[in-house]
């Protein structure tokens, strides 16, 4: 889903939640509980401290509800927004002691999200004048997919599948275990059937006869995994638009333009999630 605006359904991830909470609280948060009075409120900012894309906001209100139900926050910008630094992102009141138990969680997903939101975005832009779309991959942190998912959405990519349940992607060893592009994409599409299930087919092809064999099979996209630039031309322009293409296979910040000039549909990089430097921000006292 290219350029998709969506949020998580946050309920669903409150067991993560509840784990992060207990691994930083413990038995309990005593710098807070020997120093602040138990029914002090307080106020705190979200100070943003260097240029980038925002992500996490709605994350962060989620949260310090989740905390402190008495807790009010007060957004200045939206997520996927352009931020430069000294931009004040938010702020938040309610109880004193929920909110520094909130600090640390909050700030660890939204620097990280904001991180992601940022390099795709810087991705995003250097392909602004093709038809293609940078994507995401399955190489994201255990627990952590559909935050760091929607964190590229965020930052004007797209999602690839959320998992291996809601697309077909036959990869070199399906191919190789199924006795070719064929006879996989043929016991795909009965499986399908027979369960009732209408969800797209991707192949992987390391070459131009795979990617013949995969057109002939009629599949939803052809991969084309680390072709050249030159094998992606010729490739591309065999399929002719009959179904759509993607390039992958270390494609990097350098490279991506010339794949993307090519003429494929879209780009997938696992460097959108992985080897993240997060967006530095600070929750400070008001």
């Known amino acids: 889903m290219p350029h998709a605006s969506w949020t998580p359904d946050f309920e669903t991830l409150n067991a993560q939640f509840d784990f992060a909470i207990a691994e930083d609280i413990g038995d309990g948060d005593h710098s807070a509980l020997s120093s602040i009075p138990h029914e002090h409120r307080g106020k705190a900012q979200l100070i943003i401290k260097e240029n980038g894309v925002f992500a996490g906001g709605a994350l962060a209100a989620y949260l310090f509800k989740y905390i402190d139900a008495t807790a009010t926050v007060k957004h200045f910008i939206e997520d996927g927004a352009v931020v430069e630094k000294g931009t004040i992102a938010l702020t938040v009141e309610g109880n004193t002691i929920k909110l520094l138990q909130s600090e640390r ?5 939204l620097q990280r999200l904001s991180g992601i939101a940022t390099r795709t975005y810087s991705y995003a832009r250097l392909i602004d004048h093709t038809k293609c779309t940078v994507l995401d991959t399955r190489k994201t942190t255990p627990g952590l997919r559909v935050l760091e998912k929607w964190a590229v959405a965020l930052g004007d990519g797209g999602n690839h599948r959320m998992g291996l349940y809601d697309m077909v992607m036959l990869k070199d060893n399906h191919i190789d275990f199924a006795g070719g592009i064929a006879k996989a994409v043929a016991r795909t599409k009965t499986y399908l059937a027979k369960n009732n ?23 939803d996209r052809i991969m084309l995994d680390n072709f050249s630039i030159s094998e992606t031309k010729e490739a591309v322009e065999y399929i002719g638009g009959r179904t759509e293409v993607e390039s992958s296979g270390g ?5 991506l333009v010339p794949y993307a000039e090519c003429g494929v549909d879209f780009i ?3 460097a959108l999630t992985h080897h993240i430097k997060g967006l530095d921000m600070s929750l400070k006292a008001l």
């Open 105 to 109: 969680l909050v700030l660890n997903y």
């Open 197 to 219: 299930r209408a969800l797209a087919i991707e192949v992987e092809t390391r070459n131009l006869i795979e990617v013949k064999a995969a057109l002939e099979a009629n599949v």
């Open 251 to 255: 494609i990097t910040h350098d490279t």
């Open 268 to 270: 997938s990089v696992g």
